[in-house]
């Protein structure tokens, strides 16, 4: 299969079984993919691997949309010949006789990384602006092995923000009786960089077939963190894709964790309680935490909600005035940070809480920036001074995760008003109250995203000042509480 041609838009049949990763652009011009992934659409390429050949040709050519196809040739008996040992009589015949030619797997990942290294890094000489954008874009794995199903398929991309459709394959057609294959045909799709849906790609495909064609050592820890850089650390399922990229070597896995959570950076970790300790004393002369706390748990007990989520929950402050409430049923508190979870654990004293009282209250891991089905089916989320936190990118990603995809009942989210500013002693003009904030809204700015928000995601929005107010300058918190 060395030589093959395909019409635009069309893919011959023996292609949906093979080894076969496809990328549609559908921004304009579309045909700009090619210089992204450095492969000239008007010519098939052809790179030898060692283990196989790949072949990259483009299948759809368009203003509006291009399609970008690697096809992935590998050599099972060659591979096996290749090996030192025995022959003969003494091979296995599943070594001869396997998917490797036709599933996805981390002959797949060498391929995207060698194929397309320079798109995997984000540049791009002819289009760097473009390398850097976040663009619509579509890959499709024609066979891809989910060693847990699709359930864990959803579980590794949806987090990660993609759109997923996913096809499981019959073991034999002629056979129904027979049952389901682990295999998928999976389409995803996203507004990303393209360097992005590739290195996800790179990694999650192996972890999704659960096994390796080379030998890991501790150089495959150095790659996954590398490649794993910005989203691994914070992914609900990150443990398992530790492990299973790394072949259930136990030493590795956990070499490969304590460096994860080394690098949620222990020192930002400080900085970040010396930062709101600054805002404590900032703030502490009008008691504005206290006045939050109270003002959010009023707002919380008359919606009704039974199950709450405490989002960038931080310390504990809100969940142990939750605790003090019978109406709260479920009270589950989330932080990015490990370091403030174990002090909202010692605030609450978890674990010298009755068991009963216990059953209550839940801590969690994690982070807005990716979607996760644990914060699904609440009444109630409360949001306490975390959005200034994030600069606009992270800002987008929580309100899809949030509003879109979590979708409790009503919504509570705090923020400090920008225009107060001018009434605390010693802050300077022009300066934030805590120096993580990545932005303080006026009223009117924080007005104009809380009702663009209620547009996009059928929510109403509704406006409560927090603190005393003042006759000029408002008052010092803006609170907006979202329903549905």
């Avoid at 999650?204 to 850089?229: N, T």
């Avoid at 009434?423 to 663009?452: N, V």
Wanted: one cysteine or more; glycine letters at 8%; charged letters at 30%.
């Amino acid at each position: 299969m060395s030589q093959f041609t395909v019409e635009a838009g069309t893919l011959p049949d023996y292609l949906e079984t093979a080894m076969l990763l496809t990328i549609t652009a559908s921004f304009s011009p579309a045909t700009d993919l090619g210089y992204l992934l450095h492969k000239n659409p008007s010519r098939a390429q052809s790179i030898d691997l060692g283990f196989g050949r790949a072949h990259v040709f483009y299948p759809e050519i368009g203003s509006e949309r291009c399609t970008a196809a690697l096809l992935l040739e590998v050599d099972p008996i060659g591979l096996v010949r290749g090996r030192n040992g025995p022959a003969g009589a003494d091979r296995k015949l599943e070594e001869y006789v396997n998917d490797r030619p036709y599933a996805a797997s981390s002959f797949l990942s060498v391929a995207i990384a060698r194929v397309f290294a320079s798109a995997m890094a984000g540049t791009s000489k002819e289009r760097p602006e473009l390398a850097a954008q976040e663009l619509p874009l579509e890959a499709h794995l024609a066979a891809l092995p989910c060693h847990g199903g699709e359930g864990l398929l959803r579980r590794l991309f949806e987090p990660l923000g993609y759109r997923l459709n996913a096809t499981q394959a019959p073991l034999d057609q002629s056979h129904p009786e027979w049952g389901m294959s682990p295999y998928f045909s999976v389409a995803l799709r996203a507004k990303r960089r393209l360097a992005d849906l590739l290195t996800h790609l790179y990694v999650l495909v192996p972890v999704l077939d659960d096994d390796k064609h080379y030998w890991v050592g501790d150089d495959e820890v150095e790659k996954l963190l590398r490649r794993g850089a910005g989203w691994l650390d914070s992914h609900p399922e990150r443990d398992l894709i530790v492990r299973r990229y790394l072949r259930h070597q136990r030493s590795l896995a956990r070499a490969a964790l304590e460096r994860l959570t080394a690098e949620e950076e222990p020192e930002a970790d400080t900085l970040a309680v010396e930062h709101a300790a600054e805002e404590q004393t900032l703030e502490g002369r009008i008691s504005l935490g206290e006045h939050r706390i109270g003002a959010v748990l009023a707002v919380l007990k008359r919606s009704g909600a039974h199950r709450v989520l405490d989002l960038g929950c931080g310390e504990g402050h809100l969940m142990s005035a939750l605790l003090k409430e019978t109406l709260f049923d479920e009270i589950v508190g989330m932080d990015v940070s490990h370091r403030s979870l174990e002090r909202a654990s010692d605030r609450l004293r978890l674990e010298r809480m009755p068991e009963r009282q216990r059953e209550r209250v839940r801590l969690i891991h994690g982070s807005l920036m990716y979607r996760d089905r644990r914060l699904e089916g609440y009444d109630a989320a409360a949001l306490v001074e975390v959005i200034e936190h994030l600069d606009p990118p992270r800002l987008r990603a929580m309100e899809r995760n949030m509003f879109e995809f979590a979708r409790p009942r009503t919504v509570v989210v705090t923020t400090p008003n920008s225009e107060y500013n001018v009434r605390f002693e010693g802050l300077p003009a022009g300066r934030f109250r805590h120096r993580d904030h990545r932005f303080e809204w006026t009223r009117a700015e924080f007005e104009r995203w809380a009702r663009d928000i209620g547009e996009r995601f059928g929510y109403e929005a509704r406006f409560l000042p927090v603190g005393n107010e003042d006759a000029t300058v408002g008052a010092p918190t803006q609170m907006a509480v979202f329903s549905r």
